[in-house]
């Protein structure tokens, strides 16, 4: 599904890149169907977890052999995202957004030195990306919904028409 004519993700990756030193895609499957981003895409490490969290542990692992100190993660389906996100979540990282009473466990800025408890907890059969979020110790940063919520999801045609009828 897009979002004035470009896919959700291409508006993704347009508010994350002045935000961030890198931007890669966490996907299963075939990895052509992102070639049009020219942004690396790295699949999950751990095949036999179906839970984003193989996606975060991935990310995590990927972020350490490059020398990153941390992770932006963020869902590919939300073109809204704040350009402010990361300084306002590196302030309390580990972090996650929050908007109208709602977290978006999702959203969020993980320190790769979580990899080693995320790998415990995902042994010890932890599924849950709101368990880990909790694990983790991660707080909760909260965005205003005005004029629109920046954590707003396009996943559906109705999710379509009322986005599309705000400013």
């Not at 100190?69 to 302030?91: I, M, S, Y």
């Not at 790769?112 to 995902?122: C, D």
Request: one cysteine or more; glycine letters at 8%.
């Amino acid at each position: 599904m897009g979002w004035q004519g470009r896919p959700l993700i291409a508006h993704v990756v347009e508010h994350l890149m002045p935000q961030v030193e890198a931007v890669a895609i966490n996907a299963n499957g075939d990895a052509q169907r992102f070639g049009f981003l020219g942004l690396p895409v790295f699949a999950d490490e751990l095949n036999d977890i179906h839970t984003p969290l193989a996606g975060l542990y991935a990310a995590l692992a990927g972020a350490a052999n490059g020398s990153f100190d941390a992770v932006l993660t963020v869902p590919c389906d939300g073109p809204f995202l704040p350009l402010d996100l990361r300084q306002r979540l590196e302030a309390l990282v580990p972090a996650i957004a929050a908007s109208a009473g709602q977290k978006h466990y999702l959203t969020g800025l993980w320190p790769v030195a979580l990899r080693g408890t995320l790998q415990k907890a995902l042994g010890q059969g932890q599924r849950r990306v709101q368990d880990f979020v909790a694990l983790a110790g991660a707080a909760s940063v909260d965005w205003p919904i005005l004029p629109r919520d920046p954590f707003a999801n396009i996943n559906t045609p109705e999710d379509f028409k009322r986005l599309s009828e705000k400013p």
